[in-house]
């Protein structure tokens, strides 16, 4: 297996622009999580999908930021539009329902917004 | 909801010593306790877990210990490698279908050769 995959792995981009991460889970995995990492917040829980069902999206910072799974294999995180603070590493991870538990990160996004 | 915090955030020991980081979780009805493993320019990566009703688990140098009553976790490297350089993180979770970790802030350990 592939593993989790995201894309891109890194993005410039400048404020005010719309930024669009994509993430493919692990085949067969019904729960996909998108974190954001940072220095000063560490690693937050933005918004996670359950069968493709957003179950939790408490920790999606504002408006700008919106994202969709409209399948098992594909989901997407919009910032729209970007601005300097939300430079950070995102990462998507998946998982499946029952032992194991565990989550699998994908490599992550690496995103700068000058 | 749940709060998970971690401690220490640095932590610095020469190669061959034990390493040990704590964690504490705020509900109750958590019963499923993750340790990833960072390292720089990396994704997290599952090194141990702990389920509620087991109190010790061990894997090799790693071990996990749980403390139900108390609320809090730990893990535990023995005979430290610079390999072991990273940052580890906890997590705290409840099975309500997809797992929904909370993480703690992370700690940094740097082992010296």
């Known amino acids: 297996d592939a593993g989790v995959i995201q894309s891109p792995r890194h993005e410039v981009t400048e404020m005010g622009q719309e930024v669009t991460l994509r993430c493919k889970p692990i085949?067969?995995?019904?729960?996909l999580f998108w974190y954001r990492q940072t220095m000063m917040r560490g690693l937050e829980l933005l918004i996670y999908?359950?069968?493709?069902?957003?179950?939790?999206d408490s920790g999606m910072p504002e408006d700008r930021f919106s994202a969709k799974m409209p399948n098992a294999s594909f989901s997407t995180l919009k910032i729209q539009p970007s601005e300097p603070r939300d430079s950070a590493v995102y990462f998507c991870?998946?998982?499946?329902?029952?032992?194991?538990?565990?989550?699998?990160f994908g490599p992550g996004t690496r995103l700068t917004v000058t | 909801g749940e709060n998970v915090e971690q401690h220490p955030s640095t932590l610095s020991v020469q190669e061959g010593d034990s390493a040990v980081i704590k964690c504490t979780y705020s509900?109750?009805?958590?019963?499923?306790f993750p340790w990833y493993k960072q390292e720089l320019g990396k994704r997290p990566q599952l090194i141990i877990d702990i389920r509620s009703n087991v109190g010790e688990k061990k894997d090799q140098r790693i071990a996990v210990t749980l403390n139900k009553t108390a609320k809090h976790f730990s893990l535990h490297i023995t005979e430290t490698q610079p390999e072991d350089s990273a940052v580890y993180f906890c997590?705290?979770?409840?099975?309500?279908?997809?797992?929904?970790?909370?993480f703690g802030p992370g700690t940094r350990l740097s082992v010296l050769p």
């Open positions: 991870a998946s998982s499946l329902d029952g032992t194991p538990y565990e989550q699998y």
């Open positions: 997590a705290a979770s409840r099975h309500l279908g997809g797992q929904n970790f909370v």
């Open positions: 999908f359950n069968n493709n069902v957003p179950i939790d």
């Open positions: 085949s067969g995995h019904n729960s």
């Open positions: 509900d109750s009805a958590s019963n499923y």
